[in-house]
């Protein structure tokens, strides 16, 4: 870990307030300050390593909000998850982690192979029949509480159903490599569906590597910074086959990692990967004027979610609303706090369902005061924990990826 970025901090306490697990708790351990301290005390070995230390930083949602409060850089998000990094190093992943995060995540075939029970279990109305007993609450909590985030799942993964090369439709004004993120392929099909239609719609010839492998973010997220490279290498040299423009993704969490493929592995192709990563914002951004030729009414009340890792990560906050703003008839309402977290994290709210609950209901309290029919937002994550949220507390409020608007939109 670079010592440097733990001195930086000045104590000066402006990340504060924009901390959700400080606005929680009001405990200094539980805000950004007191984990840069913590990690630092402990780094000069004048802490050691206790439970309840872990547990304070263990609660750090990563959503680095705090890092876009700093005006010294520090970024105590990144170097929680740096140090567990460093912890994991040592002590080694245990029998779960190995098994999610080596032998089933980076392994796109396992992966869809997991998911064919769970759509057994939809499509044969054993859900249903579950949910109304409410046989789920004999079971552990955080299996209740996957089976409650769990929406309706496409009939078949977008990987397997895509082709491999989408033409542009006219001329052909460039080639991008389309990132299908696992959650999005698995999940919100319909989503990536939309983007991969957009891109093409706007005259780009979208290349799907049906051999990608997930971004290594849960790697990252689990302490496993070697899972992470080897997903960096592995997408790295697939991309580096194909003569692309761009590399686009709808997924906030993808494009994060993405970006930073430059940053954790050696050599010049790392380095051009990032360099050509794109959020599906900033590339449609690039062509308002064909975008809104195609754009039909869409008479809506639509607010905006920031995805941390859009927002905080990649300061993607402007070209999502400009989008937005571009449908005609569509009534744009900005979101109070748009870009504070809503406590999905990763696996946070199945590991932290009590913290996770309390922020959520922050962001549905806003989003309720917004008085939207609509909550856009770009990250599966969010999707995932906004839809159960919605769905249990504003069931009027439906939630879409800024891709599905658009593209509904111009199928008016
Ligand atoms: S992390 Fe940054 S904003 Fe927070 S106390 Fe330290 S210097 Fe101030
Ligand atoms: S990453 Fe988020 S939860 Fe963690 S310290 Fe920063 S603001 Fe707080």
Partial sequence: ????????????????????????????????????ALVRKLQEGELEQ?????????LCLDCQACASACPCGVNAGELVAEFTCERKSDTGLNFMEDLVLRKLVPHPDRLETSMVPM????????QKLVRTLGVLKMFPKPLERMEGLLPTLPSRPLRQ???????????????????????????????????????????????????????GAPNMLGGDLDGLKEAA????????GYELDYI?????????????????????KAASFSAKVRDISQLLALHTEELTAQLKPLPMKVTYHDPCHIAHCQGIRKEPRD??????????????????????????????????????KRKLD????????????????????????????????????????LARSIAG
């Fill in 1 to 36: 870990m670079d010592y440097v970025k733990l001195i930086n901090c000045m104590r000066c306490g402006m990340c504060l307030p924009n901390c959700p697990t400080y606005k929680e708790t009001f405990l200094e351990t539980a805000s950004p300050r007191g984990r840069v």
């Fill in 50 to 58: 206790s439970e309840r230390l872990l547990e304070y930083l263990s």
């Fill in 119 to 126: 759509r057994m279990y939809q499509k044969t109305g054993l």
């Fill in 161 to 215: 159903e895509i082709s491999e090369v989408t033409p542009a439709v006219g001329t052909e004004r460039g080639t991008v490599g389309f990132f299908l993120g696992c959650v999005m392929s698995l999940i919100f099909s319909d989503a990536s569906r939309a983007t991969i239609q957009l891109l093409s719609s706007l005259g780009y010839r979208v290349i799907t590597p049906r051999n990608q492998v997930c971004c």
């Fill in 233 to 240: 290498y592995t997408n790295v040299s697939i991309f580096d």
């Fill in 248 to 268: 686009v993704t709808d997924c906030g969490g993808c494009g994060a990692e993405l970006k930073k493929y430059g940053h954790h592995i050696e050599g010049d």
């Fill in 323 to 360: 989008l937005l703003k571009l449908v005609p008839g569509l009534e744009y309402q900005e979101l109070e706090s748009a870009d504070a977290c809503c406590g999905s994290a990763g696996t946070y709210n199945i590991n932290r369902p009590e913290m996770s609950d309390r922020i959520l």
């Fill in 366 to 405: 806003t989003v309720r005061d917004s008085g939207a029919q609509i909550l856009v937002t770009s990250n599966p994550g969010c999707l995932l924990q906004l839809k159960k949220g919605l769905a249990d507390h504003l069931p009027h409020v439906k939630i879409m990826h800024l891709t599905e608007i």
